[in-house]
């Protein structure tokens, strides 16, 4: 069965330190992979997505992400974070096979310390 | 250039009761899935809506059905509402020949 693990619940990081949070997928060659961003309440905001080519892909707000095929990972990155990142994160995953319904990871929360 | 906007913003209701949330795509989109976020969880796919027919669909009773009109908004329903339907319902259009989702602001619903 297809799944998404983000093995991290929570992470807090200093204002203007560096951020990694982590996405493993299982099953499936060929996945589509995204990272989105939800505030408090609010629904799922789009940071960046890879398909297919270049496997570091840059994303809105100062984010990127890997795609390691090897890993079965998909690792969003920012080099100094701000404190309006305080926010979740969630690591989704499509598989061409099965269409574009997508398979969410739990979440991290991320909490931005002054 | 409006994104995807649901209706209503939050909504309570009692077991046994029936619910319809709806959905209005971004312009020029023509697939519409809907998720159920429950607390502290991602968002799980409940169906996908593409040319008014259910395309494709997750691990969820029947109580749950759809209907997606000419228009390219679409209705979730949940029949015989139960405390564990009380979610975040997030209703997410894509274009044409592509596969990203772009998600709208969400339902709160709670059941008593």
């Known amino acids: 069965a297809q799944s998404v693990t983000q093995p991290d619940i929570h992470i807090t990081v200093s204002e203007g330190a560096s951020l990694e949070l982590r996405c493993n997928y299982s099953?499936?060659?060929?996945?589509?992979l995204f990272w989105y961003v939800q505030s408090p309440g609010q629904g799922l905001q789009l940071l960046l997505k890879?398909?297919?080519?270049?496997?570091l892909v840059q994303g809105i707000k100062g984010f990127e992400a890997e795609f390691k095929r090897s890993q079965s990972s998909f690792n969003l990155r920012k080099p100094s974070v701000h404190w309006s990142d305080a926010a979740e994160y969630f690591c989704a995953v499509g598989w061409e096979e099965y269409g574009n319904k997508l398979v969410f990871g739990a979440g991290t929360i991320l909490r931005v310390k002054s | 250039d409006a994104g995807v906007t649901q209706s209503p913003t939050h909504l309570i209701k009692t077991r046994g009761q029936q619910v319809t949330l709806r959905c209005s795509p971004k312009?020029?989109?023509?697939?519409v899935s809907w998720y159920q976020q429950a607390l502290g969880q991602g968002p799980q796919f409940i169906f996908q809506?593409?040319?008014?027919?259910?395309?494709q669909r997750g691990n969820f009773p029947d109580r749950f059905s759809g209907h997606q009109f000419p228009n390219y908004s679409s209705e979730l329903n949940v029949n015989a509402l139960l405390l564990g339907d009380s979610a975040l319902y997030l209703c997410?259009?894509?274009?044409?020949?592509?596969?990203?989702?772009?998600f709208g602001p969400g339902t709160r619903l709670t059941v008593l």
């Open positions: 099953y499936g060659a060929t996945p589509y």
């Open positions: 997410a259009s894509s274009p044409p020949t592509a596969d990203t989702q772009y």
């Open positions: 809506y593409y040319e008014e027919e259910e395309r």
């Open positions: 890879y398909f297919s080519g270049d496997t």
């Open positions: 312009s020029g989109h023509d697939t």
